[in-house]
Nanobody, 125 residues
Framework: QVQLVESGGGLVQAGGSLRLSCAAS??????????MGWFRRAPGKEREFVAV????????RYTDSVQGRFTISRDNAKNEVYLEMNSLKSEDTALYFC????????????????WGQGTPVTVSS
């Protein structure tokens, strides 16, 4: 059984920063075989892609609205992926999920096999 557990969410003022973490575990789960992505679901909206990183950290993609403000990274030795969020805006308020996709990166949530429960981020203006 694969588990993804997000942490690091909270309440922050606009312009502030947060760092989200996602820890992956599972007996047969080879973290290095998976691209890891961050998605979010704002109140009343569909889940949307935020960022993704490939297994070797040499390929990343971001949605336009976070480009230049958010940075995704991973530590394969720890089976963890991170999302550094700077210059936060009220529109970043959402429940943030990490997902694992076997192989190449993708922005499509349906291509991800495993999901965490999410960590909430609230940005006050």
């Amino acid at each position: 059984q694969v588990q993804l557990v997000e942490s690091g969410g909270g309440l922050v003022q606009a312009g502030g920063s947060l760092r989200l973490s996602c820890a992956a575990s599972g007996r047969s789960f080879n973290f290095k075989q998976y691209a890891m992505g961050w998605f979010r679901r704002a109140p009343g909206k569909e889940r949307e892609f935020v960022a993704v990183i490939n297994w070797s950290s040499d390929a990343t993609r971001y949605t336009d609205s976070v480009q230049g403000r958010f940075t995704i990274s991973r530590d394969n030795a720890k089976n963890e992926v991170y999302l550094e969020m700077n210059s936060l805006k009220s529109e970043d308020t959402a429940l943030y999920f990490c997902g694992a996709k076997y192989g190449m990166t993708s922005t499509r949530s349906y291509e991800y096999s495993y999901w965490g429960q999410g960590t909430p981020v609230t940005v006050s203006s």
